[in-house]
């Protein structure tokens, strides 16, 4: 795998971490200094993260936090052909200032390139637990190693119910009208239309026998009169902070992919993504996780909404996952794994059985 990362200003710490002091300094209205600046390893190729602790006086005493900045991409051949910052950090503050949605305290937001080189945003670390990706929670890790059945159980559920109370909030009450589109198509269709644009942009030419076959299937079968609700886009494990008991969600994390459509597509990319790891790794599941169905009666039960179409947000789910890390497997030098990688291979298994 080439060694990319999604934006160039960081080999130089030092200067990062003055000019972030100074335009805290400024957020702030006071002298803040920043220590111990980090930029993690396990940084994707959607984004930089930068880890760090802030300093300030107020009424005489010092004020330490621990904050996270993450940064829009810059590299030749990103994940995505857009990157909205300003909209994760708008829904974000939407939630935090007015629903019981956990999400990180947001501390600013910069637009203006000329700061760091490129966009980016503020938050306070949020403390608690991530599932591990790399590797897979079911393989090795805390998950693995250090949580009992029942805490696992716990943990699911609590991402299945923030799922379903996000589900019910009333998006243009919130005020997330801006994203309404002008368009007569339905959510589902202008999705659609998305990601079959994002796949002739993503493969550079290359046609994807799977995902193509996958999307046409999905335009023959779409389901009818659709609830519209606000949807997380990338709901899993993965992108939530759990309190250390594994009890309760303490943050949800990463709304880029954020859109209007079914709210079930949210419910089946959590258990998708979760089976990718499984079944699409030849891996058992992690013992303790409650079954897919359990959680789709639980969301059920929570929300009042039905979840008819879960079968159809599966193959939703998956023709999207593929296109994502068949577009990685293009841009990291990997074309030998664009049609055949373990999430299309799987992809292709459901197809069939569809």
């Known amino acids: 795998m080439e060694d990319q990362r999604p934006t160039p200003l960081v080999e130089d710490l030092e200067g990062t971490r003055e000019k972030l002091a100074a335009w805290l300094s400024q957020q702030q ?14 940084t994707g190729m959607s984004n930089v ?20 900045g993450r940064l829009q991409p810059q590299i030749e051949r990103p994940v995505f052909p857009d990157y909205d910052l300003t909209l994760q950090y708008r ?22 390139p000329a700061v760091l080189g490129v966009p980016f945003y503020v938050m306070k670390k949020t403390v608690g637990r991530i599932p591990t990706d790399m590797p897979p929670y079911n393989m090795d890790g805390w998950m693995m190693h250090d949580t009992s059945l029942e805490q696992r159980e716990q943990l699911w559920n609590a991402g299945v119910d ?21 368009s007569d198509a339905t959510p589902l269709r202008q999705q659609l239309a998305h990601w079959r644009h994002y796949h002739d942009w993503a493969l550079e030419g290359i046609q994807h026998a799977i995902c193509l076959r996958a999307l046409d299937w999905l335009e023959t079968h779409q389901p009818e009169n659709e609830m519209t609700r606000l ?5 899993r494990i993965g992108n939530i902070i759990f309190s250390q008991d594994c009890r309760e969600v303490a943050a949800v994390l990463d709304w880029e992919m954020a859109v209007l459509g079914n709210p079930v597509q949210d419910l089946a990319w959590y258990c998708f993504i979760d089976n990718t790891f499984a079944d699409g790794l030849g891996m058992p599941r992690l013992e303790g996780l409650p079954a897919y169905e359990d959680s789709v009666a639980r969301w059920q ?10 079968d159809y947000y599966w193959i939703f789910a998956g023709m999207r996952y593929g296109l994502i890390l068949s577009r990685i497997m293009m841009a990291t030098g990997q074309e030998q794994e664009i049609q055949q990688n373990f999430v299309c291979k799987l992809l292709e298994r459901y197809l069939d059985a569809a």
């Open 301 to 310: 039960a929570a929300t009042g909404y039905p979840a008819d179409d879960f």
């Open 231 to 235: 949807c997380w886009g990338d709901a």
């Open 91 to 112: 829904i974000m503050d939407i939630l935090g200032r007015n629903t019981d949605i956990p999400v990180p305290a947001l501390r600013g937001i910069e637009t203006d």
């Open 29 to 42: 209205g006071t002298t803040v200094t920043i220590s111990d600046l980090q930029i993690p390893e396990a």
């Open 162 to 182: 923030v799922l379903a109370r996000f589900h019910q909030l009333d998006y243009r009450a919130l005020g997330v009208d801006f994203m309404d589109s002008d």
């Open 49 to 68: 993260t930068l880890l760090f602790d802030a300093s300030w006086a107020s009424g005489g005493d010092t004020v330490s936090e621990a904050c996270v």
